[in-house]
């Protein structure tokens, strides 16, 4: 004997999709979601109207039709989906932002460093040019001098 039907629904704010299936299994497959939207209270079963006439009419097929907006997925979000985060989550995530904020300073301080190594390195590296120039310079005219006391 097959199983009785069951209508389930679910909407994303823009669309309301529905399904007409044998199991919770059966309308997430038919929805191709990758997730339990049955789990956090977004999908139900529903028991009548257009979207459930509709969904029986074509069974495992799922009928789209437009939704309320995103005020009314709002107000269908289960009162968990819907509550405010409480002072322990709310002081974690203000600690986790302090940290980032210190984290994103050091990046910065660290790069002014190097920006400074470069330029204090480009600098010795320009007065070592400067310094064998010298010195090349000098050893050619003694070795020039000395070549002509050797005449």
Same mark, same amino acid.
């Given at each position: 004997m097959a199983r009785k039907l069951k209508v389930f629904s679910w909407s994303?704010?823009?669309?309301?999709?529905?399904v007409a299936a044998t199991s919770r299994a059966k309308a997430l497959e038919a929805w191709d979601v990758g997730r339990d939207l049955f789990?956090?209270?977004?999908?139900?079963?529903?028991?009548?109207?257009?979207a459930h006439d509709a969904a029986l009419k074509g069974p495992e097929t799922v009928v789209t039709t437009p939704a309320? %907006? =995103?005020? &009314?997925?709002?107000? %269908? =979000?289960? &009162?968990?989906?819907?509550?405010?985060p409480s002072k322990a989550e709310t002081a974690r995530a203000e600690k986790l932002a302090a940290l980032k904020a210190r984290l994103d300073a050091l990046e910065d301080e660290a790069e002014a460093s190097e920006l400074a190594f470069a330029e204090r390195r480009a600098a010795l590296d320009a007065e070592e040019?400067?310094?064998?120039?010298?010195l090349q310079a000098r050893r050619a005219d003694l070795e020039t001098a000395i070549k002509a006391a050797r005449k």
């Open positions: 994303d704010g823009l669309h309301d999709y529905t789990k956090d209270g977004t999908a139900r079963e529903i028991a009548e109207g257009p309320g %907006g =995103l005020g &009314a997925a709002l107000k %269908g =979000l289960p &009162a968990k989906a819907r509550r405010k040019a400067a310094a064998t120039e010298d």
